[in-house]
Structure formats: structure tokens, C-alpha cells
T-cell receptor, first 107, second 116 residues
């Protein structure tokens, strides 16, 4: 199972773009990369998923380089309500979520 | 937007008692999961369920745990004899597909279990 490494925390201000990079050096050929968001006392919420290059939805963009050994979640123009823990998962649903990145957005 | 519903939101139980946590997955989803999160710790996989049987389980999911889909809508997690260390948030999730890759799971809001 691919292990992921992401920063413990990041601070930002309202209106800025936040980019969170996740390293997954031993990603397998069939593995997809998925990002979740979690607010305190709530269940994780699916944000975006991708396999290669770039994926964009109404919430975020996901950039995956050709070697797929890392991925970057981009949150455009964050607001205070984007303060949460963001998890990068690679491959199998049996994975625990890891420590995630705590993103704090300030006014 | 479809939701996964979990009840109760909070349950307090005495050590040694049995508890049943309930979940209503999204109606067209076929794969169901339970996860738990001890306060301040990681979200951990417990079990997956498909076609009325357990498809995979983690080391955490020992003999005191069981899951059931008693009817067409509910999915339950039973803990037979609760221990203090079972205190955690328990999340139910469901997904439409499962394979070599995941399509993203929809999680419920969780049940906070407190064992005293």
C-alpha cells in the first residue's frame, strides 16, 4: 500500500490560493489519488480524485506530474470555512487516512 | 445531495455492554464501510461489506465486532462487549463502486461512542 507524506499544517488568508503537496513515491500503476476534507466532529468529505495530469471540479484542482510520485491539491480563493484537515489517499480504501494537513484560513 | 445517515449521533454506554450503531447508506450504493477515529487520531478502516458479506476487515475488527445489513436500507455495526478503548467516532461510508481504485466514498456524520 502506498505511503503518503504531506505537511502537518498550513496557514493562509482569505482569498488566497492554497496548494497542498502529497508525496507518494511507491504509488502502484493502478492506484488513483484521492483527497478528502474533514471538519471537526464530522466525517471525511470527498473532494477530488485523479490518476494523472490535471483534474478540476467546482471545489478544487488536482495536479499530478507524469511520474505520479506526488500530487498537489489546489484550493482557489479560500475562505474561513475552508479551515479543515485535508487528507491525501492513494489506492486502496483499506488505508487509514494518515495525519492529514491542517489548513487554517485567517481573515 | 444524497447523504449517508448515522444514528445515534452520540451514545454513552457502560463497559461490557453491547452497542449497535446504525447507518443508512446512499440508496444506489453497493459497498459499505465502517471506519473509526479515536479522538485526536487518524481515521482507521474497520471493515468493508458487499453482497451481504464482509469483503475485507482490518486487525482492529476482532471478534467483538460484527456488521449486518438486516434489511434493504440499514447497515449496522455491533460491538458485543464494549471496552474503554472503543470510545471513538465511528463513521459509516458507502460507495457506488469498488475495485483497484476508489471513486470516493460518502461518509456519514458519525456516531460518537463513549464507553464509561
Amino acid at each position: 500500500l502506498a505511503k503518503t507524506t504531506q505537511p502537518i499544517s498550513m496557514d493562509s488568508y482569505e482569498g488566497q490560493e492554497v496548494n497542498i503537496t502529497c508525496s507518494h513515491n511507491n504509488i502502484a500503476t493502478n492506484d488513483y489519488i484521492t483527497w478528502y476534507q474533514q471538519f471537526p466532529s464530522q466525517g471525511p468529505r470527498f473532494i477530488i480524485q485523479g490518476y494523472k495530469t490535471k483534474v478540476t471540479n467546482e471545489v478544487a484542482s488536482l495536479f499530478i506530474p507524469a511520474d505520479r510520485k506526488s500530487s498537489t491539491l489546489s484550493l482557489p480563493r479560500v475562505s474561513l470555512s475552508d479551515t479543515a484537515v485535508y487528507y491525501c489517499l492513494v489506492g486502496d480504501y483499506k488505508l487509514s487516512f494518515g495525519a492529514g494537513t491542517t489548513v487554517t484560513v485567517r481573515a | 445531495e444524497p447523504e449517508v445517515t448515522q444514528t445515534p449521533s452520540h451514545q454513552v454506554t457502560q463497559m461490557g455492554q453491547e452497542v449497535i450503531l446504525r447507518c443508512v447508506p446512499i440508496s444506489n450504493h453497493l459497498y459499505f464501510y465502517w471506519y473509526r477515529q479515536i479522538l485526536g487520531q487518524k481515521v482507521e478502516f474497520l471493515v468493508s461489506f458487499y453482497n451481504n458479506e464482509i469483503s475485507e476487515k482490518s486487525e482492529i475488527f476482532d471478534d467483538q465486532f460484527s456488521v449486518e445489513r438486516p434489511d434493504g436500507s440499514n447497515f449496522t455495526l455491533k460491538i458485543r462487549s464494549t471496552k474503554l478503548e472503543d470510545s471513538a467516532m465511528y463513521f459509516c461510508a458507502s460507495s457506488e463502486r469498488q475495485g483497484d481504485y476508489n471513486y470516493g466514498y460518502t461518509f456519514g456524520s458519525g456516531t460518537r461512542l463513549t464507553v464509561v
